[in-house]
């Protein structure tokens, strides 16, 4: 089934929800004035559904292979890279200095949802690129950010981040690689890791490998890591490329899904070690690793959304074709209709749509905070908004990546038993979906971060200023005099209300009782994303019930709050009340 970018809700959500005129005319993107964000993605979209949405099927199909320690990937995926790359497209978010375009995260947000929609494996390779760059632009020497920076904006090189070994998983206290000082300025690495996304593979002539490594006199745990570049092939002086570097891929998964992005095990010094360059200071690596991690993030939401779009857009179509039983309304003997027409295929679907767009708001409402967090002049502001992306970021990843699975599901459901069948193509977006509640932090671990870290921040006071933003909006809703809202003001209050109760119960519980809060954490975590997502649905509602597509974007936002903030309560009650089910129950767990 084809893909096509929805860049009327993209550009709805980024204008209306995320703020993108409100940055234009603060004079925060003057580069994006004059429609040039729509022209952007007009052509984004079109590269997306073009070129990259066809090798979707056919990358699940063949999958990425190893041999003799070399990586192939699926026919297409080297010539629709290349292409991409030549566009510029990797360059958009990328130091100008460099060969960026130096664009908001704003507009690489909507252009890395269609590439995740297009082919979730495909844009695996890139994502990871980014986040190397920004590491590297960051943290680097002035002679590494010579050396590197400029191939790996221009696509020519990709980069990689390892941190993930056999015995070090979320915990990276237990990280074993080594590096040891060569005496001139250089490193020798050593060790095993494991789950490297593109860690090898033939898209581009040289990888840039990220590595977190122990140094023989390095604190304990965390403080003692390090971050280094290794590359694949050594740098000469001219720039060319020289001897292969002391690593290699000793294996790749076989995974549920995205079956085209190589996942590599990769073994660093068999003979002697590798050679990589210290980014930042030595047992400061975890704090530069994070500057990829957080984005990271924010990307991986992202690709909840896009999987949650393209099940989406198939179910639709789908469901517009398979024709079975009769309309409650048809004259007797009518002939069978297509299943759009009942009642439970549209509450499914309106399902589906409603958790896409919210995904989408609380995504990019997390970009539009990060680009205020680096691009305001006020030290303040940039504070705030700075809190502001801290706050959403776990929001967005977790939620936005349970939307996906739960999306994709729905999508089979919808498919009947032919959605079980590979051949419809509906399954594939579940088994990809499910790698994005893992990775970059599992979603619990989101949940954790967000109750223990993040709800303190500035006192409680910036969590408080979003709450009093979702109750601006469900005050708009109240008196906005629109019938096709329903009961959307009702249920919005009611979500924020518990929201609010919460959130004060988590701040005044978590100190004296820090197991009752993690005990609360997952659920408050969707209780926050029901929260926000919904009022966000409702502020591009009352933007455009004007417009001429204003009537879908009500209908939108009631059923989310009809059928999904409706939740809201049920989840204060878990939060605040039910910790003693989960911290008593020693006896469920006994060996």
């Given at each position: 089934?084809?893909y096509?970018?929805?860049?009327?809700?993209?550009?709805?959500?980024?204008?209306?929800?995320?703020?993108?005129d409100?940055?234009?005319?603060?004079?925060?993107?003057?580069?994006?004035?004059?429609?040039?964000?729509?022209?952007?993605?007009?052509?984004?979209?079109?590269?997306?559904?073009?070129?990259?949405?066809?090798?979707?099927?056919?990358?699940?199909?063949?999958?990425?292979?190893?041999?003799?320690?070399?990586?192939?990937?699926?026919?297409?995926?080297?010539?629709?890279?290349?292409?991409?790359?030549?566009?510029?497209?990797?360059?958009?978010?990328?130091?100008?200095?460099?060969?960026?375009?130096?664009?908001?995260?704003?507009?690489?947000?909507?252009?890395?949802?269609?590439?995740?929609?297009?082919?979730?494996?495909?844009?695996?390779?890139?994502?990871?690129?980014?986040?190397?760059?920004?590491?590297l632009?960051?943290?680097?020497?002035?002679?590494?950010?010579?050396?590197?920076?400029?191939?790996?904006?221009?696509?020519?090189?990709?980069?990689?981040?390892?941190?993930t070994?056999?015995?070090a998983?979320?915990?990276?206290?237990?990280?074993?690689?080594?590096?040891?000082?060569?005496?001139?300025?250089?490193?020798?690495?050593?060790?095993?890791?494991?789950?490297?996304?593109?860690?090898?593979?033939?898209?581009?002539?040289?990888?840039?490998?990220?590595?977190?490594?122990?140094l023989?006199?390095?604190?304990?745990?965390?403080?003692?890591?390090?971050?280094?570049?290794?590359?694949?092939?050594?740098?000469?002086?001219?720039?060319?490329l020289?001897?292969?570097?002391?690593?290699?891929?000793?294996?790749?998964?076989?995974?549920?899904g995205?079956?085209?992005?190589?996942?590599?095990?990769?073994?660093?010094?068999?003979?002697?070690?590798a050679?990589?360059?210290?980014?930042?200071?030595e047992?400061?690596?975890?704090?530069?690793?994070?500057?990829?991690?957080?984005?990271?993030?924010?990307?991986?939401?992202?690709?909840?959304?896009?999987?949650?779009?393209?099940?989406?857009?198939?179910?639709l179509?789908?469901?517009?074709?398979?024709?079975?039983?009769?309309?409650?309304?048809?004259?007797?003997?009518?002939?069978?209709?297509?299943?759009?027409?009942?009642?439970?295929?549209?509450?499914?679907?309106?399902?589906?749509?409603?958790?896409?767009?919210?995904?989408?708001?609380?995504?990019?409402?997390v970009?539009?905070?990060?680009?205020?967090?680096?691009?305001?002049?006020?030290?303040?502001?940039?504070?705030?908004?700075?809190?502001?992306?801290?706050?959403?970021?776990?929001?967005a990843?977790?939620?936005?990546?349970?939307?996906?699975?739960?999306?994709?599901?729905?999508?089979?459901?919808?498919?009947?038993?032919?959605?079980?069948?590979?051949?419809?193509?509906?399954?594939?977006?579940?088994?990809?979906?499910?790698?994005?509640?893992?990775?970059?932090?599992?979603?619990?671990?989101?949940?954790?971060?967000?109750?223990?870290?993040?709800?303190?921040?500035?006192?409680?006071?910036?969590?408080?200023a979003?709450?009093a933003?979702?109750?601006?909006?469900?005050?708009?809703?109240?008196?906005?005099?629109?019938?096709?809202?329903?009961?959307?003001?009702?249920?919005?209050?009611?979500?924020?209300?518990?929201?609010?109760?919460?959130?004060?119960?988590?701040?005044?519980?978590?100190?004296?009782?820090?197991?009752?809060?993690?005990?609360?954490?997952?659920?408050?975590?969707?209780?926050?994303?029901?929260?926000?997502?919904?009022?966000?649905?409702?502020?591009?509602?009352?933007?455009?019930?004007?417009?001429?597509?204003?009537?879908?974007?009500?209908?939108?936002?009631?059923?989310?709050?009809?059928?999904?903030?409706?939740?809201?309560?049920?989840?204060?009650?878990?939060?605040?009340?039910?910790?003693?089910?989960?911290?008593?129950?020693?006896?469920?767990?006994?060996?």
């Amino acid at each position: 089934m084809s893909y096509r970018a929805p860049v009327e809700d993209i550009v709805a959500t980024m204008r209306h929800v995320a703020g993108l005129d409100r940055l234009v005319a603060d004079g925060l993107a003057p580069e994006l004035d004059g429609g040039m964000t729509e022209a952007i993605l007009g052509e984004a979209a079109k590269f997306a559904g073009d070129v990259i949405a066809p090798l979707n099927m056919v990358g699940d199909k063949v999958g990425s292979t190893l041999r003799d320690g070399a990586v192939t990937t699926p026919p297409g995926w080297k010539e629709a890279y290349k292409a991409w790359a030549e566009a510029g497209w990797n360059a958009l978010p990328a130091p100008e200095a460099y060969g960026g375009q130096g664009l908001p995260a704003l507009v690489q947000s909507a252009c890395t949802e269609m590439w995740n929609s297009a082919a979730f494996a495909f844009a695996l390779g890139p994502l990871l690129t980014v986040g190397a760059i920004e590491a590297l632009h960051a943290h680097g020497s002035a002679e590494l950010k010579e050396t590197y920076l400029a191939k790996l904006v221009s696509g020519e090189w990709m980069g990689t981040m390892n941190l993930t070994e056999p015995q070090a998983g979320s915990d990276l206290n237990a990280l074993r690689s080594k590096a040891e000082r060569a005496g001139d300025g250089t490193y020798r690495i050593t060790g095993q890791k494991i789950f490297i996304t593109y860690g090898e593979h033939d898209m581009t002539e040289n990888i840039v490998h990220l590595v977190l490594a122990r140094l023989p006199d390095a604190p304990p745990g965390t403080r003692g890591i390090s971050l280094f570049l290794v590359p694949k092939y050594l740098v000469n002086a001219d720039g060319t490329l020289g001897a292969h570097n002391d690593l290699r891929c000793s294996g790749i998964e076989h995974k549920l899904g995205i079956h085209a992005s190589p996942t590599c095990s990769m073994a660093y010094g068999d003979n002697g070690g590798a050679i990589g360059w210290l980014i930042g200071e030595e047992n400061r690596g975890l704090a530069c690793m994070f500057t990829m991690m957080n984005n990271a993030r924010l990307n991986v939401a992202l690709q909840g959304v896009a999987i949650a779009e393209r099940a989406y857009q198939q179910a639709l179509a789908f469901a517009h074709e398979r024709k079975q039983g009769a309309a409650l309304d048809a004259p007797k003997g009518a002939p069978m209709s297509p299943i759009i027409v009942h009642p439970d295929i549209r509450r499914m679907l309106m399902e589906m749509r409603a958790k896409t767009q919210a995904a989408r708001a609380i995504s990019y409402m997390v970009a539009e905070a990060l680009d205020r967090s680096h691009r305001e002049t006020d030290i303040g502001k940039r504070k705030q908004a700075a809190e502001r992306t801290a706050i959403l970021t776990p929001v967005a990843k977790a939620y936005a990546t349970d939307i996906g699975v739960e999306v994709a599901s729905t999508g089979i459901q919808i498919h009947g038993g032919m959605g079980y069948v590979e051949e419809t193509g509906a399954a594939q977006h579940l088994r990809d979906a499910r790698i994005a509640t893992i990775y970059e932090g599992t979603n619990g671990i989101q949940a954790i971060d967000l109750v223990q870290r993040k709800l303190p921040l500035s006192g409680g006071d910036a969590v408080r200023a979003l709450i009093a933003e979702m109750r601006g909006v469900v005050g708009e809703v109240a008196t906005a005099n629109t019938p096709g809202f329903g009961r959307t003001a009702d249920r919005l209050k009611s979500a924020v209300d518990a929201l609010e109760r919460a959130t004060e119960w988590m701040l005044a519980t978590m100190g004296a009782k820090p197991a009752e809060v993690l005990a609360g954490a997952t659920p408050y975590l969707k209780l926050f994303a029901l929260a926000q997502g919904g009022t966000g649905l409702a502020k591009k509602a009352l933007a455009m019930r004007t417009e001429e597509s204003g009537a879908a974007a009500v209908a939108t936002a009631r059923f989310f709050a009809e059928h999904g903030a409706v939740e809201a309560p049920g989840l204060e009650l878990a939060v605040t009340e039910g910790a003693g089910a989960v911290t008593e129950a020693d006896m469920v767990f006994a060996a």
